[in-house]
């Protein structure tokens, strides 16, 4: 499913995004992990809006995976105001900004082995082309790499 493959392509931009503010962080390159917490910020945002507002919303309409959408989504929203408040040059908040990288991968394996499977035989036609769109409408301009 190609909105599946964009979504995990996404994925794994975050997740280099995040090691590497780390990684820059620990070898002392504020600049260049300030950098990078800014475009993991970017990619999320756009990647969020994506999700929540598509493949979530569809799934979210069976109270059972509501139950496992809404602890996510909060995870999101969680994310979202850490990186907005960040101040690297705080030894908390790099250690948060570690922690939240550790997370962040926690936070992908959920969705990845748990939603992304299910939607492959949950969804039905309309409910992907909905998904599809709300994917569109958070990447203007964009085509889907997979497709």
Known sequence: ?????DYI????????LSGGAVRAMDAGD??????????LASELGSHWQGE??????????DPLWLAHIEPLVQEH?????????????????RERLRVAAAELREHIAKEEDGLFPASLTGL???EWDASMAAWRAAHPGALMAHE
Do not use: K
């Open 1 to 5: 499913m190609p909105l599946l493959m």
């Open 9 to 16: 392509a996404e994925h794994e931009r975050a997740v280099d």
């Open 30 to 39: 504020l600049h260049t992990a300030r950098r990078l917490v800014s475009e």
């Open 52 to 61: 929540e507002n598509g493949l979530f919303a569809v799934m979210a309409r």
């Open 77 to 93: 929203r969680e994310l979202e105001q850490l990186l907005a408040a960040l101040d690297l040059d705080s030894p908390r908040d």
């Open 124 to 126: 039905d036609g309309d």
